[in-house]
């Protein structure tokens, strides 16, 4: 793909980019993104709508990697965060890479349970790791009063701290750790979109949320369902997502309400199949 191929849709605070990652990037402007969430494939053999997510050699993988990482943090403001995912099977390499070019903060995991996964003669995964890092270790948004969670000792249990005098009530709330549990988005959830991989809104919330205030900008190379995006914007953000993929970057046109119509197509939400007309799911199994 050429920078020709790239195709740019929005407005001024909210922009998609439909084009290869590495290319687009390059078109952005140095030191001058807030937050970047990057969510690429996996190198695991997704189905990403008929792009398998496989490298031939895990070497091409990870020097891809590398590439769009190193470019990741020159978009970066002096005083930016980056959140970056991968599977755990190649986060060590981003890890060891990161070190040398960026601040690691935090080595978050974030757990689900799940019914689906289930390995029989081993340790199936429940979780995905994602680094936080900063540029500036020193100089850089961290707004944790507007992600706090019930503390189970204070807001539950009530006890009271006797070391205190005089003698206090725990609190009741606080900052989370680095193990964080959201439930994955399931077929039946009402932000579904026809996606493999697609992240919970909860999970964007807290990122963007305590790493970028009102008005900041957010970049997202690999968007997918433009999850990011989309929260951005809920949240007085402005966004730039980048996506290959049409039929994803239609989702996110639809979901960020910048156009209902793509080349005469009206852009609509697929209904799920326990949303369709009782009458068409009855013509369906009529034809079996
Ligand atoms: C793990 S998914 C991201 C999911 C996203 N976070 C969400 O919430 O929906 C990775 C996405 O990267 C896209 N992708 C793969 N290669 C790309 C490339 N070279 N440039 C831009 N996007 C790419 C895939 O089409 C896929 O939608």
Known sequence: MKIADIKYFGNEEHKI????????????????????????????????????DKWSKDADYIEWCYKWLLLCI???KPNGT????????????????????IHILSRIVWYYDSSGVQAKKYFGS????????????????????????????????????YRKNPPQVYNSEKLPGNVWEFPRVRYRMEEYENHPT???????????????????????????????????????????????????????????????????????????SFEEPLIEQESKLALF
């Not at 390059?26 to 190198?43: G, H, R």
């Open 82 to 101: 980056f959140y970056v995912m991968t599977s755990t099977q190649f986060m060590p390499f981003f890890d060891i890479y990161l070190r040398e070019n």
């Open 126 to 161: 429940l979780y995905e790791p994602i680094l936080f890092c900063v540029k500036d270790k020193d100089s850089y948004t961290f707004n944790a009063k507007d992600i706090l969670i019930e503390a189970k000792t204070g807001a539950k249990r009530k006890l009271i701290d």
């Open 198 to 272: 697609q992240k919970p809104v909860t999970l964007l919330e807290r990122i963007i949320k305590v790493s970028s205030n009102k008005g900041d900008l957010v970049l997202d190379l690999f968007s997918g369902t433009f999850t990011t995006s989309f929260v951005a914007k809920q949240l007085g953000r402005r966004s730039i997502g980048i996506e290959l993929q049409e039929d994803y970057v239609k989702i996110g046109l639809r979901r960020l309400e910048i156009q209902n119509e793509y080349n005469g197509e009206t852009l609509v939400k697929e209904l799920r």
């Open 17 to 52: 980019i439909m084009g290869d990652a590495v290319i687009s990037l390059e078109e952005i402007e140095d030191y001058s993104i807030d937050l970047i969430f990057a969510d690429p494939p996996y190198n695991i053999g997704k189905n990403f709508n008929g792009y398998k």
């Open 74 to 76: 020159k978009k970066l």
